[in-house]
C-alpha cells in the first residue's frame, strides 16, 4: 500500500501484515521509485489498485491554474505514471484497476477540474487497452460512496451551494453505496480478472442499490 500518510498507511498495513510505503502522486520519479520497492518487497506484482483522487471543489469560473493542474496531476497523470512503472513488474496474469468516476460525461456544478481529469483519465485508459491488448486493465467508474475523505479541506459554504444545486438537479442519489462494499467490489473484479486471463472486464460503473421502502408494492 502507497499513499501520502504514512502513520495511517503503517498502522493499516502492521493490523494485516502488508507493507507501507509513502508516496505522492504527483511526483514521477517518487511513484517510479515506491512501484519497484513494492514490486521487491512482495517478490512482484499480481495486481495493482489505484485509487487516489482529489477533487478541487470551485465553480469553473472559479477554478485557477493551480487547481487544474493538481487535478490533472493527480487524476490523471498520477495513475498513468503508476501504470507505467507497474507494467514492466507484473506478473502474467497480473491486473491493474484504476478508479475513475461514474459522473464522466454528466459533470456536476462545482466540480469541473475533477470531471475533466476523470474523462482524461479515461481516454487514456482506452488507449493503453489500444496500444497493449495484452494487459488486463479495468477502469471503474466509482459513484457516490459514503464514509470517504474526498470533502476533507473544502470550503463548507461552497459546499452547502453546491448540495443544494445537485439535490435541485437530481444529480444526488437517495443513497450512498457502502465504502466497504465499495471495496470489496473491487477486490473481486481484481480476484476475477486474475483468475480468468482471457477476459478483461474493461469498463465496471458502480452505482447505488437503493432499495424500495417496505411495505411498496413494485410498479407493475
Do not use: C
Request: proline share 5%.
Amino acid at each position: 500500500m502507497a499513499a501520502r500518510r504514512i502513520k495511517l498507511l503503517k498502522t493499516l498495513a502492521d493490523s494485516i501484515g502488508g507493507h507501507a510505503f509513502e508516496l505522492d502522486v504527483e511526483d514521477p520519479a517518487a511513484i517510479t521509485r515506491v512501484v519497484n520497492e513494492a514490486a521487491d518487497a512482495l517478490g512482484g506484482l499480481d495486481a495493482v489498485v489505484f485509487t487516489s483522487t482529489v477533487i478541487p471543489f470551485a465553480y469553473i469560473e472559479d477554478t485557477d491554474v493551480a487547481s487544474w493542474l493538481h487535478a490533472f496531476n493527480v487524476n490523471t497523470l498520477g495513475a498513468n505514471n503508476v501504470l507505467r512503472a507497474a507494467v514492466p513488474r507484473l506478473a502474467d496474469n497480473g491486473v491493474v484497476l484504476i478508479a475513475s468516476s461514474h459522473d464522466v460525461g454528466r459533470p456536476r456544478a462545482g466540480v469541473a477540474a475533477y470531471s475533466a481529469s476523470k474523462a482524461a483519465l479515461d481516454e487514456i485508459l482506452h488507449s493503453w487497452r489500444s496500444e497493449h491488448p495484452e494487459l488486463s486493465v479495468i477502469r471503474v467508474g466509482v459513484g457516490p460512496t459514503e464514509d470517504t475523505e474526498i470533502l476533507r479541506g473544502a470550503d463548507r459554504d461552497l459546499l452547502d451551494q453546491l448540495l443544494k444545486l445537485w439535490v435541485e438537479q437530481g444529480a444526488l442519489p437517495a443513497r450512498m453505496s457502502a465504502l466497504g462494499d465499495v471495496a470489496n467490489t473491487l477486490v473481486s473484479l481484481v480476484v476475477t480478472a486474475f483468475e480468468n486471463p482471457t477476459v478483461v472486464p474493461e469498463v465496471v460503473q458502480l452505482s447505488p442499490r437503493i432499495r424500495r421502502r417496505q411495505g411498496r408494492e413494485p410498479a407493475e
